[in-house]
């Protein structure tokens, strides 16, 4: 047998075994990898929603900073777009908004921290609200995915409470 001919023939290709054993690695390789992509997926839709959820309780947090905290709004039962800053249930008003055709929840719930004291001019009267907006995407999984803002506000009251 020639030299030459021995080294072409070692040298012509791979063989079925060796091509069958490849093809097992990489499919082992691709079901490892595969949920991976579907992790990703669902992080990108989570995080659009919490963008969207964030876009939403800022914008209603900023409607309600351009309510005035005065004596003739503090008292406004508290209903959005027309509505003002009146203490709502300890759980809160719930709406559904929808946002880039997507179903959200928000939550406002605002408390008194402050009240002028007994005995002064407008004594019982809220000094300090704090506000609390939460939104939560339909269908959301668990609270993880709720956005909430909070903020205080407090009123042009004279003298030390």
């Known amino acids: 047998m020639d030299l030459r001919n021995?080294?072409?023939?070692?040298?012509?290709?791979?063989?079925?075994?060796?091509a069958a054993f490849s093809l097992i690695i990489l499919m082992i390789i691709g079901v490892g990898v595969?949920?991976?992509?579907?992790?990703?997926?669902?992080?990108?839709?989570?995080?659009?929603?919490?963008?969207?959820?964030?876009?939403?309780?800022?914008?209603?947090?900023?409607?309600?900073?351009?309510?005035p905290f005065t004596t003739q709004t503090r008292h406004l039962a508290f209903s959005y777009p027309n509505g003002g800053l009146e203490v709502t249930s300890a759980t809160g008003v719930d709406e559904?908004?929808?946002?880039?055709?997507?179903?959200y929840t928000v939550n406002t719930v605002i408390q008194n921290l402050s009240v002028v004291p007994v005995g002064k001019p407008d004594a019982g009267e809220?000094?300090?609200?704090s506000i609390?907006?939460?939104?939560?995407?339909?269908?959301?999984?668990?609270?993880?995915?709720?956005?909430?803002?909070?903020?205080?506000r407090s009123t042009q009251v004279t003298g030390s409470y």
């Open 96 to 103: 559904t908004v929808t946002n880039a055709g997507r179903s």
């Open 132 to 152: 609390k907006v939460s939104v939560t995407p339909a269908g959301a999984a668990s609270t993880f995915e709720t956005v909430s803002v909070t903020t205080q």
């Open 34 to 67: 595969a949920p991976l992509f579907t992790y990703a997926i669902k992080a990108n839709s989570n995080a659009n929603d919490r963008e969207l959820s964030m876009a939403i309780a800022q914008k209603r947090m900023e409607w309600l900073r351009t309510i």
């Open 6 to 18: 021995y080294r072409h023939r070692r040298e012509a290709g791979f063989t079925l075994l060796e």
């Open 126 to 129: 809220p000094t300090v609200k």
